[in-house]
């Protein structure tokens, strides 16, 4: 029994280790599929791009130190049909797919075309989740990182689009952490852990001249292989491999942990010693009632459910720790949607403290809006009917709306009948802002190149036409009433060309360091003007902050465009305050309106090129804003409520 207590503990620590790994590299896997989930929706909506993509993936790259290097490769002539227009270019083959590799060499992001795509081994990475149309993680391999070798794998996702195969994403990780990680795990004092990837070989190992190489023993790499779990005895060590499942990839790794015999002998003989003692004293004990025959068995049969007991609050306590320790939500629900069950996961998500929420109503975090999703789920598990990876929005405490995946499953008593509802919760706000943020840079890019493209050509003629009206307003009299309109109406054609153009990415932008302040206050005349016209005020609060590399004029328009949008959200007597401030690694220009803030449904599409809620608006103004600021290496965010809305312009120092 103390032996066998030993050998448990030595497999929990094999499996509470494997799922530190798997956190691990889940962390990147879920990255790949927001690359995966966002390269599908361009090429589905037809919006791809190839230098978009590659600052996408620029961008993943710097995010995450942890990734060595981000990529994609696509079939030939899947993405845009235009593989011929790069053969050869920087970045390209002599095939001109779009084959992409970001690396960080020297502190700079540094692109190189993928290698050995098509060579079995080598070119893996590729021919396995060509093959298979699964999440793929690969062999572990040696890559030299600033000088030093460092083991490295990849993880893959592959690119589907109308059931159709059309390449794949991947991110490259360093494993030297996890290797930290594992070399510092040692079980009873002397014992000591490893990591080994499907085929057998060591990531991680207290011995580092052990990694890469292959588990001598064939039932071991058999075991692994197969995703089992595993023990033997090898030289008086005794040993537990346990399987690690990575994401949705069929290729587990395995957790081992070794252990001396003669370490888990001498912890059982502490163990069997301490039980001998307390044998002993409840001899003693059963001596001086011995004459209560009846009630020594019946204090038999309460040992053995005392033991049986302490198992179950054992597994009970386990299964409670990773419940808390987990950062998803679990929350435990009736049948009539009252919650009886809390974790830290949920807590963190919502904002509730277990305490005010236990009791209430699930409803509280369901918006007015969606409260008829609580029946439908609650119907579902009443028959038996799980629910899994169901989006859907929910509400914090404070108010404020965030995306979730829910998994929802019924809960049963001793006897199968249901009784309530389990319900996971992942908060996946920030994967969806980032999927929007992506696309809508999509949109922009090609609304530029369109402007580029057709601006000036449709200007030109426009010009010559407005030069003849003149004419003929002054020599037809008869016509002269219609003149003014039709040169007003051309005017207002070319001040929306002109907010085209500025969308344009070939457009000089000139830098130089100067006073965001400065700016300010140079243009607020302009602002008051408008304002005052309006009987409405503006409050400018301007703090010390650092000069800024800035285009004044772009700037100027970004500031203009931004005062007179809520200038025109204000009712009279409102007040617009111009605020500019430092925070850790930004200066932030915020822009206060006081008017009833912006509708849920118009707060998706902000910055969205031609669309408008104006009359008169051309649906150009914020997208021009979301463009310089882009070329400012800056970011527009937007908070609003029923008292107003800010426009915050966020600037890295």
């Not at 790949?32 to 909506?45: A, C, D, I, N, P």
């Not at 990529?71 to 845009?80: G, I, S, V």
């Amino acid at each position: 029994m103390a032996k066998a207590s030993a050998y448990q503990i030595a497999r929990e620590t094999a499996s509470k280790n494997g799922n530190y790994v798997r956190a691990e590299l889940d962390v990147a896997l879920d990255t790949v599929r927001t690359l995966s989930y966002t390269f599908q929706e361009m090429k589905l909506s037809h919006d791809v791009d190839r230098e978009t993509m590659n600052q996408i993936l620029i961008k993943v790259l710097k995010d995450n130190p942890q990734f060595v290097a981000t990529w994609t490769l696509w079939e030939p002539n899947a993405l845009d049909g235009r593989d011929a227009e790069f053969i050869n270019k920087t970045g390209y083959d002599s095939t001109g797919r779009f084959i992409p590799y970001w690396s960080i060499q020297s502190g700079k992001e540094h692109l190189e075309p993928l290698v050995n795509y098509q060579v079995q081994g080598a070119g893996d990475y590729y021919l396995i989740p060509r093959k298979s149309k699964r999440e793929t993680i690969i062999e572990p391999y040696i890559y030299p990182i600033n000088g030093k070798d460092v083991l490295v794998t990849s993880v893959v996702v592959p690119l589907i689009v109308g059931e159709k195969f059309v390449g794949v994403v991947g991110i490259d990780i360093a494993l030297d952490t996890i290797q930290k990680v594992v070399s510092e795990i040692k079980p009873f004092e002397t014992g000591y852990a490893s990591l080994i990837s499907n085929e057998g070989k060591y990531v991680a190992h207290n011995d580092i001249s052990q990694i890469g190489k292959t588990v001598n023993n064939s039932q071991v790499r058999e075991a692994i292989k197969s995703g089992i779990s595993y023990t033997t005895t090898n030289k008086g060590v005794y040993q537990v491999y346990v399987p690690i499942k990575i994401g949705r990839t069929t290729t587990p790794w395995s957790m081992a942990v070794s252990v001396p015999e003669s370490k888990i002998l001498e912890n059982a003989a502490s163990i069997r010693n301490f039980t001998v003692i307390i044998g002993i004293i409840a001899l003693l004990i059963i001596g001086l009632v011995i004459f209560q025959v009846a009630s020594s068995i019946t204090n038999q049969h309460l040992m053995l459910e005392i033991g049986e007991r302490r198992q179950i609050e054992e597994k009970a306590l386990r299964l409670a720790s990773i419940v808390e320790s987990t950062d998803d939500g679990i929350i435990g629900m009736t049948l009539d949607g009252i919650i009886i069950d809390w974790n830290r996961g949920a807590e963190g998500i919502y904002g509730y403290h277990e305490a005010e929420i236990i009791g209430e109503s699930i409803i509280k975090l369901i918006p007015d809006n969606q409260h008829i999703e609580l029946d439908e789920i609650l119907a579902n598990i009443s028959r038996g009917m799980p629910m899994t990876h169901y989006e859907t929005i929910r509400q914090k405490k404070d108010g404020q709306l965030i995306h979730v995946y829910l998994t929802v499953s019924p809960i049963k008593d001793h006897s199968g009948k249901i009784v309530g509802a389990s319900k996971i919760v992942r908060d996946v706000t920030a994967q969806k802002k980032l999927e929007k943020e992506m696309i809508r840079m999509d949109q922009m890019r090609l609304v530029g190149e369109m402007a580029a493209s057709i601006g000036h050509e449709v200007r030109n003629p426009m010009t010559t036409v407005r030069g003849f009206l003149q004419l003929f307003g002054e020599n037809f009299a008869k016509y002269s009433e219609y003149i003014p309109l039709m040169i007003s109406e051309l005017d207002r054609a070319n001040a929306i060309i002109t907010e085209f153009l500025s969308i344009s990415r070939t457009k000089t932008t000139e830098f130089a360091r100067q006073s965001l302040n400065d700016i300010i206050e140079c243009i607020l005349p302009l602002v008051q003007v408008e304002a005052i016209n309006e009987e409405k005020s503006v409050i400018l609060k301007l703090n010390a902050i650092p000069d800024l590399l800035l285009d004044h004029k772009e700037i100027r328009q970004v500031i203009l465009n931004l005062a007179r949008n809520g200038i025109e959200a204000m009712g009279k007597g409102g007040n617009l305050k111009i605020e500019t401030f430092s925070r850790d690694d930004e200066v932030i220009l915020a822009i206060h309106d006081e008017g009833v803030g912006i509708n849920p449904e118009i707060m998706d599409r902000l910055g969205t090129p031609f669309f408008t809620t104006k009359e008169q608006g051309t649906g150009l103004g914020l997208a021009v804003c979301f463009g310089i600021a882009a070329r400012h290496n800056a970011k527009i965010n937007v908070e609003t409520s029923p008292k107003g809305s800010t426009f915050f312009v966020r600037f890295k120092l």
